[in-house]
């Protein structure tokens, strides 16, 4: 019988350091990963942790700057991977194939920061892979985007009035839709946990 795994993406400080995060859709992403984390724990499957770098860039992501770490709260057991990428996608700059294969993992779930950005491309190049996957919106994290005509300088007050700018539950949803019946499931916390998620509302 081949394993599951779970893979957190990039829940890590990097994001809480820039000012975007006040708009953060799911600010109680620890908790809910968290609850990925135990359950996953308690089936045996395997835990695999994702960190995104962008060395000598001397942003939030340079790791330099000390920023690229598990978010507190969270953090790896005994034998669990820790793997650092550099692209969009957890597979294309790191070992995770080979490590997933080394496990006889077939089948991810994913999770973690920014919904539609490294979170989906990993699921969508995963399914390419061949392994079945799970995409757990509700512990991913996005923020409202702007429009691509919108000028750089914009402030955090001229994007979210702009109504071309996309809401977090837009991007979110635009998200579902590009990857139920393709490229994964769509699933939720207390689906996969059988309990709610932290901070829901019984």
């Known amino acids: 019988m081949s394993r599951a795994a ?8 990097s994001f809480r350091r820039r000012p975007s ?3 953060a859709s799911n600010p ?10 135990a359950a996953a724990r308690g089936r045996g499957d395997l835990v ?7 060395p000598g860039t001397g942003g939030v992501f340079d790791p330099a700057n000390g920023h690229v770490r598990l978010i507190e709260g ?5 034998g669990e991977p820790t793997l650092v990428k550099t692209s969009h996608n957890a597979f294309t700059t790191t070992n995770l194939e080979q490590v997933l294969t080394t496990a006889g993992v077939r089948e991810i779930t994913v999770c973690g920061i920014r919904t539609e950005q490294c979170v989906e491309t990993t699921a969508r190049v995963g399914c390419d892979l061949g392994y079945e996957v799970t995409f757990v919106t509700d512990a991913t994290v996005t923020f409202p985007t702007p429009h691509r005509d919108l000028p750089a300088t914009a402030t955090a007050e001229e994007m979210l009035a702009d109504p071309r ?17 393709r490229f994964a499931t769509i699933r939720t916390v207390a689906e996969l946990t ?3 998620p932290a901070g829901a509302r019984a």
């Open 6 to 13: 779970l893979v957190v993406i990039d829940v890590q400080e």
């Open 21 to 23: 995060w006040a708009y």
């Open 28 to 37: 109680d992403i620890v908790g809910r990963v968290d609850r990925l984390v």
């Open 48 to 54: 695999v942790w994702v960190l995104h770098a962008e």
């Open 74 to 78: 969270l953090s790896p057991a005994p």
């Open 165 to 181: 700018t996309l809401s977090s539950e837009e991007m979110t949803a635009r998200t579902e839709y590009a990857l139920a019946g």
């Open 194 to 196: 059988g309990a709610p």
